[in-house]
């Protein structure tokens, strides 16, 4: 049997999900990104599972980038195929309620960068180098950067990375904000794993609607971004009432 290029752990409510084709640096290629659409599922339907890790396998990256083999390589019904998993892949990473903690070491290239992207926090690994270098392969980023970059370090910050394609250390991520934390690489999964254990202590439904809130909001004009948070704020509420009822307690 072929080795799976996505490992999937639960530890209680806790799901690992880790990046796994180390000889090629966590390269993402199509085989990784239809695994990581089945794993994402599962854990978006399992109801055990209130968070996510994302992570690295091996000790010389988290990932570096889409697979360099397979451009140019597929035949144009594959690309076909190619595009739909990536858009639902995306999808998936940005649907997801529970809360994402993206686990980064190592060499975070292209599609590294963009996953991680895609995750509500991230922590680096003092070791950890990152990097767009889409511009210079004649690309860009095909799974978000271009817009979850500059939503998250501002555009000015945003263009130098796409367009100069520099590499950038952990510490200059963490000033960017493009990460959170910063931890020794050994302290790194430990870490990912208290952070997201002190998160999840929290209702569910209040972090599903912080979530909502954010990422939707953002996408909208302050007017409409703020009736969608007197909505979900309203909608926390209104369970909060109905679950003291039925606890047989005041509604607070
Ligand atoms: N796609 C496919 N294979 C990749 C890869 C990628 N994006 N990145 C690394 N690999 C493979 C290498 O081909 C090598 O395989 P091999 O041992 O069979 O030759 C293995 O991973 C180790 O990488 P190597 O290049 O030998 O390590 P290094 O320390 O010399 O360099 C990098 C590390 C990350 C600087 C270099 O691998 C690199 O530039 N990778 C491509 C990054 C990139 O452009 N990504 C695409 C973004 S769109």
């Given at each position: 049997m072929a080795t799976p290029t996505?490992?999937?752990?639960?530890?209680?409510?806790?799901?690992?999900?880790?990046?796994?084709?180390?000889?090629?640096?966590?390269?993402?290629?199509?085989?990784?990104?239809?695994?990581?659409?089945?794993?994402?599922?599962?854990v978006r339907d399992d109801p055990?599972?209130?968070?996510?890790?994302?992570?690295?396998?091996?000790?010389?990256?988290?990932?570096?980038?889409?697979?360099?083999?397979?451009?140019?390589?597929?035949?144009?019904?594959?690309?076909?195929?190619q595009v739909r998993w990536e858009r639902d892949v995306w999808g998936l990473f940005l649907g997801m309620d529970k809360p994402m903690v993206a686990a980064v070491h190592g060499y975070v290239l292209g599609s590294g960068v963009e996953m991680a992207l895609l995750c509500d926090l991230r922590i680096a690994a003092e070791d950890a180098l990152f990097g767009l270098p889409e511009t210079a392969l004649g690309l860009i980023p095909a799974a978000g950067g271009t817009q979850t970059l500059p939503r998250?370090?501002?555009?000015?910050?945003?263009?130098?990375?796409?367009?100069?394609?520099?590499?950038?250390?952990?510490?200059?991520?963490?000033?960017?904000?493009?990460?959170?934390?910063v931890m020794p690489r050994r302290q790194l999964h430990e870490q990912a794993r208290l952070t997201l254990e002190r998160i999840i202590r929290t209702d569910p439904a209040a972090l599903a609607s912080a979530k909502r809130a954010v990422h939707e909001g953002l996408d909208m004009p302050l007017g409409e971004a703020l009736a969608l948070e007197e909505r979900?704020?309203?909608?926390?509420?209104?369970?909060?009432?109905?679950?003291?009822?039925?606890?047989?307690?005041p509604a607070p």
């Open positions: 996505v490992l999937y752990n639960k530890e209680g409510p806790v799901a690992w999900v880790t990046l796994n084709r180390p000889h090629v640096l966590n390269a993402y290629n199509m085989a990784m990104r239809d695994e990581l659409y089945t794993t994402l599922e599962a055990e599972v209130r968070g996510v890790i994302l992570a690295g396998a091996g000790e010389r990256a988290f990932c570096a980038g889409a697979d360099l083999t397979e451009f140019g390589a597929a035949p144009s019904q594959a690309i076909a195929r998250c370090i501002g555009v000015a910050e945003a263009l130098d990375l796409l367009l100069t394609g520099r590499r950038l250390s952990a510490a200059e991520a963490f000033g960017l904000g493009l990460v959170t934390q979900l704020a309203g909608g926390l509420l209104h369970q909060g009432k109905r679950g003291s009822r039925r606890a047989g307690r």
